[in-house]
């Protein structure tokens, strides 16, 4: 048996409203006690449904993807299957025990609706949650995927064509325009479809060229320009075509265009100037997604690019978005432009500047073991002022890794350091002076005695 809901044995439903429907056919074919009976097992399989999915939930351990991914499948589809589970095992039951179809008949077409219902919510479970769409996108498939479940309810029903005769009759015009209420909810529905199709079709577009770029195939800021090219082509496509198929006049469009134009110059003139900023950024690979920079006094890396603003975290974890323009109206630090070797500097004061060879052979070999040290270019120790009863020594190195952190580097050093002196008998300058307090008690009490 074919599953069409819509089809009963020869009888072919043709759906102009209730009385020609599936459901009032079945109530006047079958016994009031068979056509209820078969009704309130349909209800209960369904209501089982949702009342088994929470009692699934809560015994779910998610760990990991493929866990979460079976978790959002029962929440998605858990009603639907269970649903179809009862509804099969009725059928089955009956079928044994000597009915046939006709007999059967509301179980049997419920059955194929919820089958179609599973379908579609498995195609919105796969499209919301194994591709990853953003929330926009996200919430686009969800209204798509409930429409087309509401679509399939109503033709059970015989109320799907009715409504549309009605949205046909609608038809009004705005100067020479003429706009129907057919045309209306094509657009709506295309629209939402296309837009969700092209967003979906970026998305992946953009994570196969981000995978192509972290494999070296092409560079990091060539795959977000293609990225970007690539999305605002297909949305402005798209959106011309579901404006055109709606039975907007070319020409008509073809002026509002033009305002729209005029309207974006004058209120989305700063989103314009962003965009065509971090294009620029891009084109100039002036910095990339992972340089560390510092703009606009703010210095961190770089972990986002987007069509709007460049995302720069801190060494405390602060993410700041900064606008495109900012960084080409401004002066941009980048310190990992043209390789990852980064200079880390901090100073040290000693007591005697007679110390100073001895001290800047342990700080060298200090810098020699430490592992995140670059041997070239080497590291050096230079005076960087001299003071009564101290030398501040400024030692400075390299290092590749900055993604680690180097304040935790330069403790572990200064730790190191400040032990190798200890070892040698290298004073730092607190340990080369007496502290005051422990001074005057001395001196006030030699006086008492002279006197």
């Given at each position: 048996m074919a599953m069409n809901f819509m089809k009963i044995d020869q009888v072919v439903m043709s759906g102009d409203g209730f009385f020609q429907s599936m459901a009032y056919h079945a109530y006047q074919s079958l016994p009031l006690g068979s056509f209820s009976l078969q009704c309130l097992l349909c209800?209960?399989?369904?209501?089982?449904?949702?009342?088994?999915?929470?009692?699934?939930?809560?015994r779910l351990t998610v760990r990991g993807p493929w866990s979460v991914y079976g978790y959002h499948a029962v929440q998605v589809m858990g009603p639907a299957v269970v649903a179809v589970w009862c509804?099969?095992?009725l059928f089955g039951a009956a079928w044994l025990y000597g009915l046939n179809a006709h007999e059967l008949m509301v179980l049997?077409?419920?059955?194929?609706?919820?089958?179609?219902?599973?379908?579609?919510?498995?195609?919105?479970?796969?499209?919301?949650?194994?591709?990853?769409p953003h929330e926009v996108l996200r919430i686009f498939l969800h209204l798509i995927e409930w429409a087309a479940v509401v679509v399939a309810v109503l033709t059970f029903f015989g109320l799907f064509q009715p409504l549309i005769s009605h949205i046909q009759a609608i038809e009004f015009?705005?100067?020479?325009?003429?706009?129907?209420?057919?045309?209306?909810?094509?657009?709506?529905?295309?629209?939402v479809v296309a837009l969700t199709v092209a967003g979906q079709i970026a998305d992946v577009v953009d994570r196969l060229l981000q995978r192509y770029a972290r494999q070296e195939t092409i560079q990091g800021n060539d795959a977000l320009i293609l990225t970007r090219l690539f999305s605002m082509g297909i949305f402005v496509f798209t959106l011309v075509g579901v404006l055109v198929s709606s039975g907007i006049d070319l020409t008509t469009l073809a002026a509002f265009a033009g305002a729209m134009g005029i309207g974006l110059g004058f209120g989305l003139q700063e989103f314009v100037v962003n965009y065509v900023s971090g294009l620029y950024v891009?084109?100039?690979?002036?910095?990339?997604?992972?340089?560390y920079v510092t703009i606009d006094k703010i210095t961190g890396r770089v972990v986002q690019m987007s069509s709007r603003a460049l995302v720069v975290r801190d060494a405390v974890g602060t993410e700041s978005l900064i606008p495109n323009s900012s960084v080409i109206k401004g002066v941009l630090q980048n310190h990992t432009l043209s390789n990852d070797d980064f200079r880390v500097s901090f100073l040290l004061k000693i007591a005697d500047v007679a110390d100073y060879p001895r001290a800047r052979e342990l700080i060298l070999q200090s810098l020699k073991n430490a592992p995140r040290v670059l041997p070239d270019p080497a590291g050096d120790v230079l005076i960087?002022?001299?003071?009564?009863?101290?030398?501040?020594?400024e030692t400075s190195f390299w290092i590749n890794d900055l993604h680690n952190g180097h304040k935790g580097l330069i403790s572990d050093l200064m730790f190191d350091i400040c032990m190798r002196?200890?070892?040698?008998?290298?004073?730092?300058?607190?340990?080369?002076?007496?502290?005051?307090?422990?001074?005057?008690?001395?001196?006030?009490?030699?006086?008492?005695v002279l006197s």
């Open positions: 209800v209960l399989s369904i209501a089982t449904g949702y009342a088994v999915r929470p009692w699934v939930l809560v509804l099969s095992s049997w077409k419920v059955l194929s609706l919820t089958l179609w219902v599973l379908v579609i919510r498995s195609a919105g479970w796969f499209f919301r949650y194994v591709l990853h015009s705005i100067g020479e325009q003429v706009f129907k209420g057919a045309n209306i909810v094509t657009g709506v529905l295309m629209g891009l084109l100039e690979r002036a910095l990339k997604v992972g340089d960087a002022s001299v003071a009564a009863g101290e030398v501040t020594l002196f200890r070892s040698e008998g290298v004073l730092l300058a607190s340990e080369g002076v007496e502290p005051l307090a422990a001074t005057k008690p001395h001196t006030s009490k030699t006086a008492a």
